[in-house]
């Protein structure tokens, strides 16, 4: 099992920035991708940015304004967000998975543990 634990959201002006970091512990070297998820209220959720190993990938409404990466050495994953817009309020998963998923990192269902989430809201 793993467990996650998100920190870092809260609410911004639009054109601010947030960093987002996620914990995770337990056992860590079953892990192959995390990734960021959010979900805005009636919205599916939806993929942000994946890091698998060195790879990474991002969505098409974050590219080039936010950056994922990751601590190997204290099991942290962060999402740095930059120019936010009021569309990217939502609340933010980080999620990890025990497969590589190169081709299909935006789908929920290719990742085995969540965490709680954290609330970033983004004013005009």
């Known amino acids: 099992q793993v467990q996650l634990v998100e920190s870092g959201g809260g609410s911004v002006q639009a054109g601010g920035s947030l960093r987002l970091s996620c914990v995770a512990s337990g056992d860590t070297v079953t892990i192959a991708c995390m990734a960021w998820f959010r979900q805005a209220p009636g919205k599916e959720r939806e993929g942000v940015a994946s890091?698998?190993?060195?790879?990474?990938f991002y969505a098409d409404s974050v590219k080039g304004r936010s950056t994922i990466s990751q601590d190997n050495a204290k099991n942290t994953l962060y999402l740095q967000m930059n120019s936010l817009k009021p569309d990217d309020t939502a609340m933010y998963y980080c999620?990890?998975?025990?497969?590589?998923?190169?081709?299909?990192?935006?789908?929920?269902?290719?990742?085995?543990?969540w965490g709680q989430g954290t609330q970033v809201t983004v004013s005009s």
């Open positions: 999620t990890a998975g025990a497969r590589t998923n190169y081709f299909t990192w935006y789908r929920p269902d290719r990742y085995n543990y």
């Open positions: 890091i698998c190993g060195s790879l990474t």
